[in-house]
């Protein structure tokens, strides 16, 4: 039963747009959003996260948006340059059970020069 | 201040055996999580240890298990390989009581189960 849902694969954008990569959560109990960043051949690196007494989070080029009545943020990043492209996951973590992330399946973002 | 590695980063065995994987974590960081990634999904978590226990697990059969040690390095172990268990296993550190669960994830052993 996948809890955090990324559905869309894959993005592509032009060097200097904005990227904006969505996501959906299950869980009405998760109260901690999380971004990482995959590139290939490495493990995943935190990019920006959120708490659900939030509803924005800005950290340079990298906005995060949670709108908690959708069960639903997203990550905007302005503007996108070639080194952005990676595969991003949406991850997720519980109040009481905050030992564990659950992730989505992620979006590959390709950006074009 | 060094990161998390994972030895080894590749490796094929056959159904019916058995895999250790291997960890060690970021310096400062005193809590380790393992996590399966198959292909095209997102990673599913497995385990976590802290204080050489296992802290909380994910929807895995017994036949995962983990060890901590006094150093915060750890193991995960696999027996009775099946083809489903071939995948990216990734091995995460942070320090309880951070505030906040965000990892520091290791580059990944990558297991092929034939």
């Known amino acids: 039963d996948q809890q955090v849902k990324q559905n869309s694969p894959s993005l592509s ?7 904006i990569l969505n996501c959906d959560y299950t869980n009405s109990m998760f109260d901690y959003f999380l971004w990482y960043k995959k590139y290939p051949a ?36 302005v503007p996108s340059q070639p080194g952005d492209s990676a595969v991003y996951f949406c ?20 950006v074009r020069a | 201040e060094t990161g998390v590695t994972q030895s080894p980063t590749h490796l094929i065995k ?11 974590s970021q310096s400062g960081h005193n809590t380790v999580s393992w996590y ?12 976590q240890y802290y204080r050489e226990e296992e802290n909380g ?4 059969p017994p036949r995962f298990s983990g060890l901590q040690f006094p150093n915060y390095s750890s193991e995960l172990n696999v027996n009775a390989l099946e083809l489903d268990d071939s995948a990216l296993y990734l ?3 942070s320090r309880a009581g951070s505030g906040a669960n965000v990892l520091t994830f290791g580059a990944g052993s990558r297991l092929t189960v034939l």
């Open chain 1, 13 to 19: 954008v032009q060097e200097g747009r904005i990227s």
């Open chain 1, 42 to 77: 490495e493990g995943p690196t935190f990019l920006i996260s959120i708490s659900s007494i939030k509803d924005k989070n800005e950290d340079g080029r990298f906005t995060v948006f949670l709108n908690k009545s959708a069960k639903h943020l997203s990550l905007h990043i």
């Open chain 1, 91 to 110: 991850a997720a973590s519980a109040v009481h059970s905050d030992y564990k992330l659950s992730f989505g399946a992620g979006t590959t973002v390709t």
């Open chain 2, 14 to 24: 056959t159904r019916g055996q058995q895999v250790t994987l291997r960890c060690s």
């Open chain 2, 36 to 47: 399966q990634q198959a292909l095209g999904q997102g990673p599913q978590f497995i385990f």
């Open chain 2, 57 to 60: 697990r994910g929807n895995f």
């Open chain 2, 91 to 93: 091995c995460a550190s």
